[in-house]
C-alpha cells in the first residue's frame, strides 16, 4: 500500500512542474484533497488559481469541470436539470457541471446568493437534489473556489454559511523575481499543463483519505483544538468566532498535516501549523476592529501563541 507521504510528494513533485515557487500553497491544496475538503483560494488575478486547480486534476486523472460564475447565473446552471423527453414521455436528468471529481468554481462571489447557495448541499452532504430526486456527487469530491479579494463591484459577498464549509482559505501571491523568469522560461513555447500527465489513479486518492482519517489525535490535543476555537469567540475583538465545523476542520487538517509528515498521529505544531488557514475565514471581525484594519489571520496568530500548548506553559 502506498503510504499517504509518499503519494504527496509524488503528487507534489507534479503540481509544481506547473506551479513555479508555490509549495505552501500546492501542500495546502493537498491538504485539502486529502483531508476531504474544499478550499476558497483568494487572490489577485493572474497568479495561477485556475491552473493549479487543472494541474490537480491532471495529476490523479480525475474528472474536472470548471463553472464561471457570473451574475446572471441560476442554480440549475450549476446543479443540473431535470428536461422532458418527447420520445420516452418522462423527465431526463441533465447532470450540471457540479457533477465531477474535481470542480472549479471561477470567481464565485460574483454570482448570486441563490446561485451560490446551489452549492452548499454539494460541499456539505456530497449530493445535490433536483426536483426532489436526490444525486449522489462522485468520489473524491473537491470544490475550489477563486474569488478575487479587490475587485468589489459586481460582487456578492460569500455567507458565512458558505464561507464555514470551505476546510481551508488559502493564496497563491506573487511569485519571486526567480520563480517568475523560470515560469516565463517555462511557457516560453507551450504552457506545461499540456504535457502534466496523472502520477497517481483517484483509487489511490481515496484509500490515502481513509489513512489520513484513521491517523491518532490523543484526548489532549482535541481538547487543544477545542481551547484554540473557544478563544476565537471569546476574543473581544471579534463578533462571531469559528463554529464546531470550525473545529473539525482543524481536526481533519491536522490529519493530514501528521499523514504527509510521514507520521501516524497528530503532534501540537501540526495543529498551530494549520490554525490559521483553517479558521481565519470562518470568523466574524467587530465593527470596532474592522475600521482599525484588524485582520482575522492576526487573531488567529494570537490565539494560538496565547493557548496553552498540551504539555507546555503557552502557544510558543
Known amino acids: 500500500m502506498v503510504s499517504v507521504f509518499e503519494l504527496g510528494r509524488r503528487l507534489a513533485d507534479n503540481i509544481e512542474r506547473v506551479i513555479v515557487g508555490k509549495p505552501e500553497a500546492v501542500r495546502l491544496t493537498l ?23 487543472k494541474s490537480l486534476a491532471r495529476s490523479i486523472g480525475a474528472s474536472f469541470h470548471r463553472i464561471q460564475f457570473t451574475p446572471d ?11 422532458f423527453n418527447q420520445q420516452t414521455r418522462a423527465f431526463e436528468f441533465r447532470p450540471g457541471p457540479v457533477m465531477a471529481q474535481i470542480v472549479l468554481v471561477d470567481e464565485i462571489n460574483r454570482a448570486t446568493p441563490k446561485t451560490q447557495a446551489s452549492l452548499l448541499e454539494a460541499m456539505e452532504e456530497r449530493q445535490v437534489t433536483v426536483d426532489g430526486v436526490t444525486y449522489p456527487l462522485p468520489s473524491p469530491f473537491l470544490v475550489l473556489a477563486t474569488q478575487n479579494p479587490i475587485e468589489y463591484e459586481g460582487t456578492f459577498p460569500l455567507p458565512e454559511a458558505q464561507l464555514d464549509r470551505f476546510l481551508l482559505r488559502i493564496s497563491l501571491g506573487y ?28 483509487d489511490e486518492v481515496l484509500v490515502a483519505q481513509q489513512q489520513v482519517r484513521r491517523v491518532r489525535v490523543v484526548d489532549e490535543l482535541k481538547r487543544y483544538i477545542l481551547d484554540l476555537v473557544s478563544a476565537t469567540r471569546r476574543h473581544l475583538e471579534v463578533y462571531l468566532g469559528a463554529s464546531p465545523r470550525g473545529s473539525l476542520a482543524l481536526f481533519r487538517a491536522a490529519q493530514a498535516v501528521a499523514a504527509l509528515s510521514d507520521r501516524d498521529y497528530v503532534v501540537p505544531d501540526d495543529i498551530k501549523a494549520i490554525a490559521v488557514p483553517a479558521l481565519a475565514h470562518r470568523m466574524i471581525i467587530g465593527s470596532a476592529a474592522r475600521i482599525r484594519d484588524v485582520d482575522a489571520r492576526t487573531i488567529v496568530q494570537e490565539v494560538v501563541g496565547a493557548t496553552a500548548v498540551p504539555g507546555g506553559t503557552g502557544g510558543r
Open 73 to 83: 447565473m441560476l442554480p440549475s446552471d450549476v446543479t443540473g436539470v431535470s428536461v
Open 31 to 53: 491538504l485539502g484533497l486529502l483531508a476531504q475538503g474544499h478550499l476558497l483560494i483568494e487572490d489577485v488575478p493572474g497568479t495561477g488559481k485556475t491552473v493549479l486547480a
Open 175 to 202: 511569485p519571486l523575481p526567480t520563480d517568475e523568469i523560470r515560469m516565463l522560461e517555462g511557457q516560453q513555447v507551450r504552457h506545461p499543463l499540456e504535457d502534466l500527465q496523472a502520477v497517481a489513479t483517484v
